[in-house]
């Protein structure tokens, strides 16, 4: 599977964007997807991810309420809508894929996407 992210960009505090992920492959349905987000001199954290079919998704107490994750398995696309941003929030967002059940943890994700930078300015 290779995974691809897109849109991120600079937002005002407050604000909002909606990260896209698209995957190759046939098998996408079959994953969790997850999104992370590193930001400089920290570790990756989780953010959101969501599973298979069905679509049960699981957030970070840091997001829930103004994220969104979501995906669309006929167009092997994940998204994250982000609302109310804040500046805590910059990073460079990573989405990934797992084939187990484990959702919480990096090294549990078998594929990565290279990232996208998220910038909230205050």
């Known amino acids: 599977v290779q995974l691809q992210a897109s849109g991120g960009g600079l937002v005002q505090a407050g604000g909002s964007l909606r990260l896209s992920c698209i995957a190759s492959?046939?098998?996408?349905?079959?994953?969790?997807m997850g999104w992370f987000r590193q930001a400089p001199g920290k570790q990756r954290e989780f953010v959101a991810a969501?599973?298979?079919?069905?679509?049960?998704?699981f957030y970070a107490d840091s997001v829930r309420g103004r994220f969104t994750i979501s995906r669309d398995n006929a167009k092997n696309m994940v998204y994250l809508q982000m609302n109310t941003l804040a500046p805590e929030d910059t990073a460079v967002y990573y989405c990934?894929?797992?084939?187990?059940?484990?959702?919480?943890?990096?090294?549990?994700?078998?594929?990565w996407g290279q990232g996208t930078q998220v910038t909230v300015s205050s």
């Open positions: 990934a894929a797992t084939a187990g059940s484990n959702y919480y943890t990096p090294a549990a994700y078998n594929y």
């Open positions: 492959g046939r098998t996408f349905s079959s994953y969790v």
């Open positions: 969501i599973f298979r079919i069905g679509g049960g998704s």
